[in-house]
């Protein structure tokens, strides 16, 4: 079977780490999760965002090249749990347009973040789950990570109106859009089954990988 990388993008809450689980449980990818609990930066970013911006997402950007480039360098089929273009364009963004990260810091971000990427093959398909809002705040409650419940809603919210900017314009490569706002992987199995049935079909190996695709 060809080798596939697959990418699930999303704003915090929307289902990825549990997606990237599962789809790796179901096809027996290597799934390379989010860095999240290793980050140093991650809890005093949410006490003082504008003290700490330019660390925490340099953190991120830098351990999710790495996991990109040992995909790309593997001969195993892989899972990425969310991509430095999202970390680029989304995360790091976010905070330079709202005041968070000055510009000297956010133009050298910027600077490391266009050579990582241009040495980059992009993702064979990258799946974006689609949430809303108060959704998304649900999910955040519900799975109880401290740091996490300081989240600002304007904040959560600026982060889903970038995603929607980042994936009309995504132009590196296959994009599948999956509306998950009342999707429950874990409950409910055949939530499970129509995902993985859409990315077999949206990937350029799927005359190869169909036959691997059944529950």
């Known amino acids: 079977m060809a080798k596939v990388f697959v990418a699930i993008a999303g704003n915090?809450?929307?289902?990825?780490?549990?997606?990237?689980?599962?789809?790796?449980?179901?096809?027996?990818?290597?799934?390379?999760?989010?860095p999240v609990a290793e980050n140093p930066y991650l809890s005093d970013f949410y006490g003082d965002m504008r003290r700490w911006?330019?660390?925490?997402?340099?953190?991120?950007?830098?351990?999710?090249?790495?996991?990109?480039?040992q995909i790309l360098g593997s001969d195993i089929s892989a899972l990425q749990d969310r991509t430095l273009y999202e970390d680029w364009e989304i995360f790091a963004r976010n905070l330079y347009d709202t005041g968070k990260m000055d510009e000297r810091d956010w133009n050298a971000y910027s600077h490391l973040a266009e050579v990582m990427c241009a040495s980059l093959t992009a993702p064979d398909?990258?799946?974006?789950?689609?949430?809303?809002?108060?959704?998304?705040v649900e999910r955040i409650r519900k799975r109880g990570r401290t740091y996490e419940q300081s989240v600002p809603l304007d904040y959560l919210t600026r982060l889903n109106e970038a995603y929607e900017r980042f994936i009309a314009g995504y132009r590196r490569g296959r994009l599948l859009i999956?509306?998950?706002?009342?999707?429950?992987?874990?409950?409910?199995?055949?939530?499970?089954d129509t995902i993985s049935a859409q990315i077999a079909d949206a990937l350029p190996q799927r005359d190869l990988f169909v036959a691997t695709s059944q529950p």
Request: hydrophobic share 40%.
């Open 178 to 192: 999956i509306d998950a706002e009342h999707l429950d992987f874990l409950e409910y199995p055949d939530h499970l």
């Open 125 to 136: 398909l990258m799946v974006y789950l689609r949430k809303s809002v108060p959704r998304l």
């Open 53 to 69: 911006a330019f660390h925490l997402q340099v953190s991120f950007l830098t351990r999710r090249f790495e996991g990109h480039r």
């Open 12 to 34: 915090m809450g929307s289902g990825k780490t549990t997606l990237t689980k599962l789809l790796s449980d179901r096809f027996g990818w290597e799934p390379f999760f989010e």
